[in-house]
């Protein structure tokens, strides 16, 4: 097995292999595809050509809000299952972490959704584009557009009201993939995933102004490059 770059947006490939940015890997606790196999692979590969550190974001808290969509979890109960399959996420990775040598391991941190929720920057954006999903027509279509073609092609159908729950899982997402975020005094810039998605290809349009302009200069974005990497 093997870890293979299928696409890189907001830079190149030579420029992340170059050692340029700190990398993190999203780790979706709903996505099958984050085995303990591909993981070590991919943690492995980040390792390589991390700037200084890699970072193992569980995206636990956030995975809550499909709770409560897919299985009508309330939002408090939501949250506790979350953060549980967040800790089952964390044992393991812990595992792959031993596996390393003494010197990777202290490369390597582990970090839960709330942490880049607390980011100042992330704070901010977030206020922005609730705002925006709140009152600007077209943001809130584009968003609602994505969840809709995600649903379609899983062929999954719900109410309008969950569809809209959905988008702000988008919402709560997008600050972390446009800006990055900082985790004890390191900017993680660099964010690995095994997919290319419509809302990583949102995030590149707004950062070259060719979607909403007008969201793009409230916004102070720095530059966090995503990596497709599959293993094969």
């Not at 700037?51 to 299985?71: C, M």
């Not at 950062?207 to 094969?232: A, H, M, T």
């Amino acid at each position: 097995m093997k870890a293979k770059v299928e696409i890189v947006r907001e830079s190149t490939e030579e420029e992340v292999k170059s050692k340029k940015f700190n990398i993190y890997i999203g780790i979706s606790l709903g996505n099958k595809w984050f085995t303990k196999d591909n993981l070590r692979e991919h943690l492995r590969w980040s390792l390589k050509y991390t700037k200084k550190r890699v970072g193992l974001l569980v995206a636990d808290t956030l995975h809550s809000i499909n709770y409560e969509v897919r299985n009508d979890m309330r939002k408090e109960r939501a949250i506790k299952k979350s953060l549980r399959k967040g800790d089952e996420m964390i044992e393991m990775l812990k595992e792959l972490i031993w596996e390393l040598p003494k010197s990777q391991q202290k490369q390597v941190d582990i970090i839960r959704w709330e942490d880049v929720k607390a980011n100042s920057f992330n704070k901010k954006f977030l206020n922005i584009l609730h705002e925006e999903f709140n009152h600007n027509k077209e943001f809130r279509k584009y968003i609602l557009n994505i969840v809709k073609k995600h649903l379609k092609k899983a062929d999954e159908k719900f109410s309008e009201e969950k569809i809209i729950k959905l988008g702000e899982y988008i919402i709560d997402e997008l600050p972390e993939l446009l800006h990055g975020f900082k985790f004890k005094g390191t900017l993680y810039n660099c964010y690995t995933y095994p997919y290319d998605s419509l809302l990583t290809q949102m995030v590149e349009k707004i950062y070259n102004k060719e979607l909403f302009p007008q969201l793009s200069k409230k916004l102070d974005i720095k530059q966090n490059v995503f990596v497709g990497l599959r293993v094969i």
